[in-house]
């Protein structure tokens, strides 16, 4: 991913001065572009294959809803919460994904390029068989986060808490976990072979990578 600043607050945003505040009769429009939701719950409502471009989400919270095949363009939410909700075969382009919270999302079969997650809490997310390009995880927690049969392409995590993350069968490529703080492994030992981690990470996972790689250790 290209260095660039990562816009913390609402004015950052290059479009910020054409967004227009969400209409709640709308919510159900297959576009929604330039539009600002803002301390919003959405309680179980269907918005498959909604497009979201350019546009911010501040304070919402999505429960138990389903979002299956949305695409978001170049959005930013902030403090946004979702939890339970079906983001599956979703594509994420371009986005900015600040303090949020996703707690058992359905996320399986995603396509994510350049996108930057800081600050937030990743728990039972299922990203199985998800395509992540460019994609930077600073400063999060993934907790039981499901990456089994995903494809990683220089994605990595400063500053972030990897713990029992599922790797089964997963291709990485340029994956970079030197800058974890937490690196914690559920399965996928044998995934590691396309990413780089520093010397105390090795040392650190050595017992368990040996114990599922088949590898006895012995002194005498």
Same mark, same amino acid.
């Given at each position: 991913?290209?260095?660039?600043?990562?816009?913390?607050?609402?004015?950052?945003?290059?479009?910020?001065?054409?967004?227009?505040?969400?209409?709640?009769?709308?919510?159900?429009?297959?576009?929604?572009?330039?539009?600002?939701?803002?301390?919003?719950?959405?309680?179980?409502?269907?918005?498959?294959?909604?497009?979201?471009?350019?546009?911010?989400?501040?304070?919402?919270?999505?429960?138990?809803?389903?979002?299956?095949?949305?695409?978001?363009?170049?959005?930013?939410?902030?403090?946004?919460?979702?939890?339970?909700?079906?983001?599956?075969?979703?594509?994420?382009?371009?986005?900015?994904?600040?303090?949020?919270?996703?707690?058992?999302? #359905?996320?399986?079969? !995603?396509?994510?390029?350049? $996108?930057? +997650? @800081?600050?937030?809490? &990743?728990?039972? /997310?299922? =990203?199985?068989?998800?395509?992540?390009?460019?994609? #930077?995880?600073?400063? !999060?927690?993934?907790?039981? $986060?499901? +990456? @089994?049969?995903?494809? &990683?392409?220089? /994605?990595? =995590?400063?500053?972030?808490?990897?713990?029992?993350?599922?790797?089964?069968?997963?291709?990485?490529?340029? $994956?970079?976990?030197?800058?974890?703080?937490?690196?914690?492994?559920?399965?996928?030992?044998?995934?590691?072979?396309?990413?780089?981690?520093?010397?105390?990470?090795?040392?650190?996972?050595?017992?368990?990578?040996?114990?599922?790689?088949?590898?006895?250790?012995?002194?005498?």
């Amino acid at each position: 991913m290209t260095d660039h600043t990562i816009p913390t607050v609402l004015s950052d945003l290059t479009y910020a001065e054409d967004l227009l505040p969400f209409a709640p009769d709308q919510l159900h429009a297959d576009l929604h572009e330039v539009v600002h939701f803002d301390g919003d719950t959405f309680t179980r409502i269907n918005l498959t294959g909604a497009r979201f471009i350019e546009s911010a989400f501040t304070a919402t919270q999505w429960d138990s809803g389903v979002m299956r095949r949305c695409r978001f363009v170049d959005v930013w939410m902030h403090t946004v919460r979702m939890i339970g909700t079906d983001i599956a075969e979703c594509t994420w382009l371009d986005s900015h994904i600040l303090a949020g919270m996703f707690a058992g999302t #359905v996320s399986f079969g !995603c396509e994510i390029q350049r $996108v930057v +997650f @800081s600050s937030c809490k &990743l728990s039972g /997310v299922n =990203f199985r068989a998800s395509h992540m390009v460019d994609v #930077v995880f600073q400063d !999060c927690v993934l907790d039981d $986060v499901d +990456f @089994s049969e995903a494809s &990683l392409t220089r /994605v990595t =995590f400063p500053g972030s808490a990897l713990r029992g993350v599922h790797l089964a069968k997963a291709k990485l490529r340029e $994956v970079d976990l030197r800058g974890a703080s937490e690196l914690d492994l559920a399965s996928g030992f044998e995934s590691l072979a396309g990413a780089v981690i520093g010397q105390a990470q090795l040392i650190a996972l050595a017992p368990a990578l040996a114990a599922n790689t088949g590898i006895t250790v012995r002194d005498e």
